[in-house]
């Protein structure tokens, strides 16, 4: 299991960016792939996740408005789009997935989810 994530940067306040995270194939299928973000000196956070099987997002609500997540099962791949960027974004963001079914309440924890990127950084200035 492989996810590795890309379209980290640095842009200005205001600005767009677009992460990219390819799968290798899980021998079941991922049921939630997720974004989750960590910056220094501070707790890793869940931004946004979806559920492969149907589309069903959850948000963050710092990010709500500003950033869609959407997958497509046939490339393997979740992206992250994230717009009108501020300062406060700044961070290491990670894709990530889980083969379990969770409870809406579940789905934006990090340690619900099993499968890791090594994470790009995102820089907003």
């Known amino acids: 299991v492989q996810l590795v994530e890309s379209g980290g940067g640095s842009v200005q306040a205001g600005g767009s960016l677009r992460l990219s995270c390819s799968y290798s194939?899980?021998?079941?299928?991922?049921?939630?792939m997720g974004w989750f973000r960590q910056a220094p000196g501070k707790e890793r956070e869940g931004v946004a996740t979806?559920?492969?099987?149907?589309?069903?997002?959850d948000y963050a609500d710092s990010v709500k408005g500003r950033f869609t997540i959407d997958r497509d099962n046939s490339k393997q791949t979740v992206t992250l789009q994230m717009n009108n960027l501020k300062p406060e974004d700044t961070a290491m963001y990670y894709c990530?997935?889980?083969?379990?079914?969770?409870?809406?309440?579940?789905?934006?924890?990090?340690?619900?989810?099993?499968?890791w990127g090594p994470g790009t950084q995102v820089t907003v200035s």
């Open positions: 990530a997935g889980t083969r379990f079914l969770l409870l809406s309440a579940n789905r934006l924890r990090p340690s619900q989810y099993t499968y």
């Open positions: 194939t899980f021998t079941y299928s991922s049921r939630y």
């Open positions: 979806i559920y492969t099987g149907g589309g069903a997002t």
